[in-house]
């Protein structure tokens, strides 16, 4: 049974930095695709960044320079870095996990989300 388990939000003044964690348990953590998305009030969710099992990353435009994503394989934990926070980051942060089930199929799986606040 696969579980994604994040922490790290909160509330942040405009300018501040949070680290987010997402706890893996349930599949080989090593193979999976991970990535951070986000969703604010009445907007749909989008991608925050991911990385690869290969260790690629890519990021939003609008986080690019300001947030790192980064993988512990040894701790099963993928980690969101983010300085220079803004109110429109403000938003329910989730943590996905792409599992692969075969050669051409990966099972996508959710966290339950963290808070994360900007004011201003």
């Known amino acids: 049974q696969v579980q994604l388990v994040e922490s790290g939000g909160g509330l942040v003044q405009a300018g501040g930095s949070l680290r987010l964690s997402c706890a893996a348990s349930?599949?080989?953590?090593?193979?999976?695709?991970m990535g951070w998305y986000r969703q604010a009030p009445g907007k749909q969710r989008e991608l925050v960044a991911d990385?690869?099992?290969?260790?690629?990353?890519k990021y939003a435009d609008s986080v690019k320079g300001r947030f790192t994503i980064s993988r512990d394989n040894a701790k099963n934990t993928v980690y969101l870095q983010m300085n220079s926070l803004k109110p429109e980051d403000t938003a329910v942060y989730y943590c996905?996990?792409?599992?692969?089930?075969?050669?051409?199929?990966?099972?996508?799986?959710w966290g339950q989300g963290t808070q994360v606040t900007v004011s201003s």
């Open positions: 996905n996990a792409l599992i692969p089930k075969s050669t051409s199929v990966k099972y996508s799986y």
């Open positions: 349930g599949s080989t953590f090593s193979l999976n695709d």
């Open positions: 990385i690869s099992s290969g260790g690629s990353t």
